[in-house]
């Protein structure tokens, strides 16, 4: 059965550095979601990409958050630099279509710890 | 769903037993879906079930139905004949306005053998 990838699921890292996260989504899924989710909450949408387009971003902090999706397929979460709150669960999630009758399919998960 | 609110953060249920987890929501759309994940841990996040408002007939899959109370504005899971591999953290979950899907807090379920 077709499965969202994700790497690493574990990642420990000092603050002030940088981290990336990486994300195969199922093959043919034309959009793909990155959440992030702090223990105990539920995810909240950081971006979403339609193939390689960034659909919705708003909730990005982009002063030291980047994302993308070269060539609409894998993809990239990348935070320069980190800090102690982003601590949490990374998780990408992808659907073939866009739509608000559409079930997302999630991978594993990364989890950020920053110390 | 502009909110999702689910007020019950933990529950637990005795194995065979039955069990609901509540979800209320906000959203001024006329039509929308809802859905219920479920989270087991350390493993990926699933759809349990789906229902669309427009349809009266709440959904059900295998032991797993939902109570949708459209005008309340409120949208329960039940699970029947509780296993322990339904422990885990449920979500309740909708599509706002711009095609974001809205979580809740969650409920962690723990069944007991």
């Known amino acids: 059965e077709a499965e969202v990838a994700q790497s690493p699921r574990y990642k420990i890292t000092e603050k002030s550095q940088a981290v990336a996260f990486w994300c195969d989504p199922i093959?043919?899924?034309?959009?793909l979601y990155w959440y992030r989710q702090i223990l105990g909450q539920g995810p909240e949408l950081l971006v979403q990409?339609?193939?390689?387009?960034?659909?919705?971003d708003s909730q990005l902090p982009k002063d030291r958050f980047s994302a993308e999706r070269l060539k609409g397929v894998d993809s990239t979460l990348k935070i320069q630099p980190a800090e102690l709150g982003d601590s949490a669960m990374y998780l990408c999630?992808?659907?073939?279509?866009?739509?608000?009758?559409?079930?997302?399919?999630f991978g594993p998960g990364t989890r950020l710890t920053v110390l | 769903a502009q909110t999702v609110t689910q007020s019950q953060p933990e529950m637990s249920v005795q194995e065979a037993e039955t069990v609901t987890l509540s979800c209320t929501y906000d959203?001024?759309?006329?039509?929308?879906?809802l859905f219920w994940y479920k989270q087991p841990p350390s493993r990926q996040m699933i759809l349990v079930i789906r229902?669309?408002?427009?349809?009266?007939q709440n959904a059900t899959e295998n032991r797993f139905s939902v109570n949708f109370q459209k005008a309340a504005k409120s949208f329960s899971l039940k699970i029947s004949d509780s296993q322990l591999g339904d422990t885990a953290m449920y979500f309740c979950?909708?599509?706002?306005?711009?095609?974001?899907?809205?979580f809740g807090g969650g409920t962690r379920l723990m069944v007991k053998p």
């Open positions: 999630a992808s659907s073939p279509l866009s739509g608000i009758y559409n079930e997302q399919f």
């Open positions: 959203t001024s759309e006329n039509n929308y879906y």
């Open positions: 979950a909708g599509y706002n306005a711009g095609n974001m899907l809205t």
């Open positions: 093959s043919g899924h034309a959009t």
């Open positions: 990409f339609q193939d390689e387009s960034v659909v919705d």
């Open positions: 229902q669309e408002a427009y349809k009266q």
